[in-house]
């Protein structure tokens, strides 16, 4: 993606020091576009646990990076443990994208095969980059196989522009780039096929409003901002054709762990008819867990998410502000789960499948 015209993804290593690890700031944005720079798992694990990086793709990738610096950290005589402790403490920063627990397992087996510490680095360092690499490949395939939903749409309507809702931010700054739910989209735009997108604000963080609206900005994708409320108004009045969201864990039959309130629009998309779909890489199934409501670990963030926003002010300082009482409690449940059955199908780098069990192994066979 690019800002200002300069491409950028959302992880990299700093060219001229390859032992650090330099990520977008993504508490900052939307009214600052800040670079840091990480130099040890515990500078990522406090990354990924108050979202300075965030997203399912970009947690797992982190993860990974993670793992690099702590190969870094460790020292000859403590390898094994220094980095069996840094595995841990990164699987316990988030509990409900699978990406991340999957990326450290793959790191460790990566890690593994090196007969000597200094193996062991070079090793961690390829594998951080490949599962990078592979988070940015596999969400540009997502854009392939998905523009053809677009396309069939704008057919329909003799190109009067597609609308799409979406929630939260599965966009490039939620992978490495391109991101999953936006890839089609952005696949669509670079078509010139006419398409406006309506952000949900995605309350308490308001990623929607912070995030999609400001990555859809800079690629020039016509959208607009709205309560989080608003969706099955919009549906109800034939104003939205498609709703594709991103997911945090699906499971193998099909139940979709995502930020929390895209429930309610998948229940508002079935009532009026919306095709709702799920965009996903590989690396956020879980294949070991079924009843998705039963069995995901849902996140529940600090109280202080929901009692307070955070905005530009007219001054143009940043400052968060109380929205309720001063003695109101409140509860802050970081995503819920969409039962199979209410979503169209999911879009994954192999392709669309129905959210089943059948169809999922159909475009995995290697999981039967
Ligand atoms: O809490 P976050 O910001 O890490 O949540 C992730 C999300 O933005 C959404 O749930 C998204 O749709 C899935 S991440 C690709």
């Not at 696949?187 to 309350?203: F, M, N, P, Q, S």
Request: glycine share 8%; with cysteine.
């Amino acid at each position: 993606m690019k800002v200002g015209g300069k491409a950028y993804r959302t992880i990299w290593l700093k060219a001229d020091d390859e032992r650090v690890v330099q990520v977008i700031d993504q508490q900052k944005l939307p009214h600052a576009f800040d670079i840091l720079d990480l130099r040890s798992v515990d500078d990522m694990c406090r990354a990924i646990r108050d979202m300075t990086v965030r997203g399912a793709g970009l947690i797992g990738a982190s993860a990974g990076f993670g793992m690099y610096l702590a190969t870094l950290q460790a020292s000859d005589a403590n390898f094994d443990a220094f980095v069996a402790q840094a595995a841990a403490k990164l699987k316990a920063t988030r509990p409900t994208a699978s990406n991340l627990a999957w990326a450290v397992e793959r790191m460790h087996r990566a890690i593994d095969c090196g007969a000597t510490p200094a193996d062991r680095r070079h090793l961690a360092k390829l594998e951080a980059l490949a599962i990078a690499d592979e988070d940015a490949a596999h969400c540009r395939r997502i854009g392939e196989h998905g523009v053809g939903l677009i396309a069939d749409l704008a057919a329909r309507k003799h190109g009067a522009p597609v609308n799409i809702l979406t929630h939260c931010n599965a966009g490039w700054l939620a992978f490495v780039d391109v991101g999953s739910a936006t890839a089609p989209i952005y696949a669509a735009h670079e078509a010139g096929i006419a398409l406006h997108v309506w952000v949900d604000e995605t309350r308490p963080r308001n990623q929607g409003a912070s995030l999609t609206a400001w990555e859809l900005a800079q690629h020039g994708v016509a959208h607009t901002l709205i309560a989080d409320n608003a969706g099955g108004h919009l549906m109800q009045h034939g104003m939205v054709d498609l709703v594709i969201t991103g997911a945090d864990r699906v499971t193998r039959d099909g139940d979709v762990a995502n930020k929390i309130g895209t429930y309610l629009k998948a229940l508002a998309a079935r009532d009026n008819g919306v095709p709702f779909y799920v965009a996903l890489p590989s690396s956020t199934f879980d294949f070991g867990l079924r009843d998705g409501v039963a069995n995901i670990p849902i996140e529940e963030r600090d109280a202080s998410e929901v009692r307070f926003v955070a905005g530009k002010t007219d001054s143009g300082a940043v400052a968060a502000v109380q929205i309720c009482p001063d003695a109101t409690p409140a509860r802050n449940w970081g995503f819920d789960v969409t039962p199979a059955r209410l979503v169209t199908q999911l879009l994954c780098e192999r392709g669309l499948c129905d959210a089943s069990e059948a169809g999922i192994l159909s475009l995995f066979p290697e999981q039967r």
